[in-house]
């Protein structure tokens, strides 16, 4: 999958006034990463395009490895507040900080505006409704809280990650 991947840049100012350099995704859809609008959250990604609703964005790349392989990475990870780690079925896990793309910039919402869609060992992170440009891409993480991250999304959310 990797290898199939295109992306290229270019510094442009967006309608909304969102700046960045912007890629283009494996579906050709454009993408920015920026600061991210979530607390203390570090970068994000943004729509550089209108995206329709079901549209596949991206998908999330990183290295396949085992679910026991990946526990131990993800124990290095959460020691230092992060998550990194996409499970694709109960024994392959992607490890978005090996060999990831833009996706792994993208940040959980409890209300987020994209969903995650796994078909055999890519994941496609889709539009979960019309998205405008600027608006800054989430999805649910889904951990059940396992990292122990206080969820910023929204002022006062009392969720964890
Ligand atoms: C897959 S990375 C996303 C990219 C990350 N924002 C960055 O700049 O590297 C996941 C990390 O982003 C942060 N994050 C994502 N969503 C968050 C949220 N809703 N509230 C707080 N931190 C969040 C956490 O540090 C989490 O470990
Ligand atoms: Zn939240």
Not at 12 to 29: D, F, Y
Request: glycine letters at 12%.
């Amino acid at each position: 999958m990797r290898g199939l991947y295109r992306s290229f840049g270019y510094t442009g100012e967006m309608p909304s006034g969102v700046v960045g350099r912007v890629e283009v995704t494996v579906t050709g859809r454009r993408v920015v990463r920026r600061k991210s609008k979530i607390k203390g959250a570090g970068f994000g990604v943004y729509a550089a395009q209108p995206f329709n609703k079901n549209m596949r964005i991206v998908d999330y790349q990183g290295e396949l490895i085992s679910a026991s392989k990946s526990d131990w990475r993800e124990r290095r990870y959460q020691a230092k507040g992060m998550i990194w780690s996409f499970t694709v079925s109960r024994r392959l896990v992607r490890d978005g900080n090996v060999g990831g793309n833009i996706a792994r910039f993208i940040n959980h919402s409890c209300k987020p505006n994209c969903y995650s869609e796994i078909v055999k060992h890519t994941v496609w992170i889709r539009a979960a409704r019309n998205i405008k440009t600027g608006e800054e891409l989430t999805y649910d993480y889904n951990t059940g809280g396992e990292a122990g991250i206080q969820c910023m999304c929204r002022p006062g959310c009392k969720n964890k990650i």
